[in-house]
């Protein structure tokens, strides 16, 4: 058996390549107005998968294992501060996260797509969105600490793939 060839990579890609936007418009109530998610710190995409025992009398004592079902969530820690240009309003991006936060049932649901994105002429290949529960916490607690904040968002259904990616139009 001969093994594949391998493929040299580039320098790595950084975290911060990926970005947020939110749609401020309710979901499925018209044409969406995606507004970016400004003050991101940390975000972390996961894709959770259920699996179930599949395992038979037939499989000569060998488990088996079979994935049922996916749940989305993306967490990420937001740099809480005036806008720079008014120092009356936070961003808005952040702000319609927060109100939805605050609410229960359908109206704490958000509409929000995630994409790659760079200024380095690398592939932008991934762009996902989907409606999501929101969850938003104060996260820094200390004295000399930056005000930041903790958003989950956790995938109300499936995610779709966006095409064309929003950073490549």
Not at 23 to 42: E, L
Not at 66 to 82: I, N
Not at 95 to 105: I, Q
Request: proline share 5%; aromatic share 8%; with cysteine.
């Amino acid at each position: 058996m001969v093994a594949p060839a391998r493929v040299e990579l580039s320098a790595a890609m950084n975290v911060k390549d990926w970005y947020l936007d939110v749609n401020t418009t309710y979901p499925g109530a018209g044409a969406a107005t995606w507004v970016p998610v400004s003050g991101v710190m940390s975000f972390k995409p996961a894709l959770n998968s259920t699996t179930k025992d599949a395992t038979t009398f037939d499989s000569g004592g060998a488990m088996a294992s079979q994935k049922t079902a996916d749940q989305w969530v993306l967490t990420m820690k937001l740099k809480r501060a005036p806008q720079a240009a008014d120092l009356d309003a936070y961003d808005v991006g952040q702000e319609h996260l927060r109100v939805r936060s605050n609410l229960y049932g359908a109206s704490n649901l958000v509409q929000v797509r995630w994409y790659e994105a760079n200024a380095s002429g690398l592939p932008v290949t991934e762009a996902w969105q989907g409606n999501a529960s929101c969850e938003w916490s104060e996260d820094a607690e200390g004295y000399d600490d930056i005000r930041t904040i903790a958003v989950t968002l956790t995938g109300h259904g499936a995610r779709a793939a966006v095409t064309p990616n929003p950073a490549s139009v």
